[in-house]
């Protein structure tokens, strides 16, 4: 299988720190990906890299073969780039579903919209307040949402940051069991995420981040194994 | 196209409101046969400027966008049309090309003025803050143009005395023209009206009208859905400001005349008020809103302009305080929770 995303040497430093510093990293197609790493270690900007909101002080992102490096966020979209963002931000005074449908109305012909729209509602459990206001929803509802409207996009590539948090340990599995589905059916995905239950659930392969560097990377089980891992995580611990 | 007259970014949408509507237009439409051609001349003037509070209502309201530089637009359209018309000749349809190139020069204004703000990712309070500026640099420099010297062509500026001469505007018909001139420029404006309403309420229901409100909830989101969020603005900034443009030709074939006072301050605050006051989020809001004011203003300024100005002022800070949405959609909301709630009192199995 080809590689859909391949980050090489990425950096981007702000006044002269470096959040991110010479990241590769290679992404096959259908793989599940996961992204750990204590906090501060850069994993939500390189995120923003990928996608385009930051653009990277060194290095370049190629994306199905070719160089977006220098493509602002929508036209990487448009390629099949698809975000989730690390807060919720869904468009709060607007209701659910016309949330969706401006997800969807991008590329789905007007007359497939409703359908599209009834069966992500239906996928998100958020039938009975499609209507209301999505600055409404719960916490957990709106993570929801906002998933399905990355979803939406139909992304060859799927980008969560931390889809789990805030959410309960029911509603975790439940969007491990998606993302699974979603995978099934042909979509690429890379999460970063805190919570190791779900990342054994869902993960193929795992990076570690650690200061804007890859630490390490590997299975779930090499990265468990790895001494060094648990190190960085009870040193970010101590010194928090 | 006409299903998108309803949806969900306009408020009035039920039969209840077409029928209102309709009721409302043919009293608009016989009015001049039960009054004096005073009063339709007046009324006629107060729906001139309407088209600015709706393209206000359409870039701040619908997409974010505070613009304080209608009135920069009004003074493009209304020099523009004056420049033009005089150079050109009221005869053989010249003053309705007149209208038709100084709205383009306001549209072609906006769309360079637009990029480099937009493209510019100048936003919020510093959208604001920069469209004033512009607007008070067009006022000084006209303030200025008194002498011979600030002539286009056959146009003298005049200053602050303000520029006239220009002839109103004329319908061509069949190798005659149609002098637009009291009632009939009553009902031109009343037609030109209620189409760019229709009009708007397509567009704000459409597609595009998503993309809109999805930019003014949370900008980074529409974009990472793929939307080029600065070129939905720019063409937004576009048909706003073109409206203003619209109003400042009507207001000067009204009168024939027009001065740098229509553009400055106050006249650059009043379509915020307006705007503000009757909700920015809905065009039906903003036309009836303005519409109430206009007359109101005018009925205060008989005694005092300063008492009229003071009102506004007082009415602005009145809004933002008690109703920030706006007191015709905070009404209509409320109505319609209160009526919402009692069906709920009533019905409460069906409700869950």
Not at chain 2, 140 to 168: D, K, S
Request: aromatic content about 10%.
């Amino acid at each position: 299988m080809g590689t859909l995303l391949d980050v090489r040497g990425i950096s981007k430093s702000f006044g002269g720190l470096f959040a991110v510093a010479e990241v590769d990293l290679a992404i096959g197609e259908r793989e599940i990906h996961c992204l750990i790493g204590p906090n501060g270690a850069g994993k939500s900007t390189l995120f923003k890299l990928i996608i385009g909101t930051y653009a990277p002080s060194a290095g370049t992102v190629l994306f199905g073969g070719a160089d977006v490096t220098r493509l602002p966020a929508f036209s990487r979209v448009a390629r099949g780039m698809s975000i989730k963002m690390q807060t919720p931000s869904v468009f709060r005074a607007l209701p659910v579903r016309q949330n969706l449908r401006i997800a969807l109305q991008h590329h789905v012909q007007p007359h497939q919209a409703l359908g599209e729209e009834e069966r992500l509602i239906a996928l998100l459990g958020l039938a009975s307040d499609a209507d209301k206001p999505a600055g409404e929803l719960s916490h957990g509802q709106q993570q929801w949402l906002e998933i399905g409207m990355a979803l939406a996009l139909h992304p060859r590539l799927l980008l969560l940051d931390e889809p789990t948090a805030g959410l309960s340990p029911d509603e975790t599995f439940r969007t491990g069991q998606l993302i699974q589905r979603l995978n099934a059916e042909g979509a690429t995905v890379l999460v970063v995420e805190h919570d190791m239950t779900f990342v054994r659930q869902i993960a193929t392969s795992v990076t570690v981040l650690h200061l804007g560097r890859v630490f390490a990377r590997g299975t779930i089980e090499e990265i468990i194994a790895h001494p060094g891992v648990e190190e960085i995580y009870l040193g970010a611990a101590h010194d928090a | 196209m006409a299903n998108l007259l309803n949806g969900p970014q306009t408020l009035g949408n039920g039969r209840g409101f077409w029928i209102a509507a309709t009721l409302f237009l043919v009293v608009a439409l016989a009015y001049p046969t039960f009054t004096d051609p005073y009063d339709v001349g007046n009324t006629a003037y107060f729906l001139c400027w309407i088209f600015m509070a709706l393209g206000l209502s359409l870039m701040w309201g619908y997409n974010g966008m505070l613009s304080f530089c209608q009135t920069f637009f009004f003074g493009l359209g209304g020099y523009g049309y004056g420049v033009i018309e005089v150079n050109l000749g009221a005869g053989h349809g010249g003053a309705m090309a007149s209208l038709i190139a100084a709205v383009a020069v306001a549209g072609a204004a906006a769309a360079l003025l637009g990029y480099f703000l937009i493209y510019g990712r100048i936003s919020g309070m510093f959208f604001g803050i920069v469209t004033f500026a512009v607007t008070l640099a067009l006022a000084f420099f006209l303030n200025q143009t008194a002498g011979p010297e600030w002539h286009i062509g056959l146009a003298r500026l005049n200053g602050f005395n303000g520029m006239q001469g220009m002839t109103p505007l004329a319908l061509p018909w069949f190798g005659h023209d149609i002098d637009l001139e009291g009632t009939a420029f009553y009902y031109f404006v009343l037609v030109l009206l209620v189409v760019t309403y229709l009009l708007l309420r397509v567009l704000v229901n459409s597609r595009f009208g998503n993309v809109l409100v999805a930019i003014r909830e949370d900008p980074l989101r529409a974009e990472l859905l793929g939307y080029d969020i600065r070129k939905y603005s720019l063409i937004t900034f576009v048909i706003g400001s073109a409206l203003g443009g619209l109003s400042g030709v009507l207001y000067c074939s009204w009168g024939q005349f027009i001065s740098p006072s229509s553009i400055g301050l106050p006249a650059a605050a009043m379509p915020v008020v307006w705007v503000a006051f009757s909700g920015r989020s809905d065009l039906t809001a903003s036309l009836a809103g303005t519409l109430l004011l206009l007359f109101g203003f005018q009925a205060i300024t008989i005694y005092s302009e300063q008492l009229a100005l003071i009102l506004m002022g007082v009415l602005l800070a009145g809004t933002v305080l008690l109703a920030p949405n706006g007191l015709v959609v905070s009404s209509v909301n409320g109505l319609v929770r209160r009526r919402t709630r009692r069906r709920a009192v009533l019905t409460p199995s069906l409700q869950r």
